[in-house]
């Protein structure tokens, strides 16, 4: 199958700092990527779908100015958590479709918030 | 989206088959049945998927009835590497709105030695 990577697997960040998460197609070209967030035990939650070129779609609950979705490239998909809490801790795991229409997940990004 | 109901946990003895349940009552017509797993602390890993015929991969077999009401997923032989969260899902194929992928509680599979 495709491959999805995601940098970093793990931060660790200070409270009121951003972080940047990055998520990118090796070898395909992703129109559509989607960003989940997993608590522990939890399954996944569907935060925002990133189309190429244009504005990111928000579930609803999800603050789009805490975070940042950037899709400038076919390949590249980025998820800024700004200010970042320790309530902002968590799991995050992207996903991206190739053309046919199936989707492939990153390793998922630990993020804790001190 | 169908939504889907799973056990929340199942045991599997090491080399036996794990054969996993879900059912979708009301999935319809275009409504494709996918699996994927994830092991603890990486993301989910895609298994299988199938409208209604049978389908067998080198990972694992998909077991669909007649009614489309339920499927099951089986392992033929579970290794201890098998242990993950398992996540039937139901969803159209194609197009946009098809790509998202809503996750239930899934069932968390613990093979045992």
């Known amino acids: 199958g495709a491959v999805v990577s995601q940098h970093p697997s793990r931060v660790i960040c200070k409270s009121g700092t951003s972080v940047k998460i990055e998520c990118r197609s090796l070898d395909f070209q992703a129109t559509t990527m989607f960003w989940y967030r997993q608590f522990p035990k939890k399954s996944l939650m569907l935060m925002a779908t990133?189309?190429?070129?244009?504005?990111?779609?928000?579930e609803q609950g999800v603050e789009k100015d805490k975070f940042l979705i950037n899709h400038a490239s076919l390949t590249l998909s980025t998820l800024t958590v700004t200010s970042a809490h320790p309530e902002d801790s968590s799991f995050y795991i992207c996903?991206?479709?190739?053309?046919?229409?199936?989707?492939?997940f990153g390793q998922g990004t630990r993020l804790t918030v001190v | 989206d169908a939504k889907t109901t799973q056990p929340p946990s199942m045991d599997c003895a090491e080399g036996r088959a794990a054969n996993l349940p879900c059912n979708h009552s009301?999935?319809?017509?275009?409504?494709?049945v996918y699996w994927y797993r994830q092991i603890h602390s990486q993301g989910p890993q895609y298994i299988i998927h199938g409208l209604k015929n049978n389908e067998t991969n080198e990972m694992a077999s998909l077991i669909i009835t007649e009614d489309r009401k339920s499927s099951t997923l089986i392992l033929p032989h579970a290794t201890l590497r098998d242990t993950a969260v398992y996540y039937c899902i139901v969803r159209v194929a194609g197009g946009n709105a098809g790509n998202m992928l809503t996750f239930g509680g899934g069932t968390r599979l613990m093979v045992k030695p």
């Open positions: 996903s991206a479709r190739d053309n046919s229409a199936e989707a492939f």
């Open positions: 990133s189309n190429e070129g244009s504005k990111a779609t928000y």
């Open positions: 009301t999935i319809s017509g275009n409504e494709y």
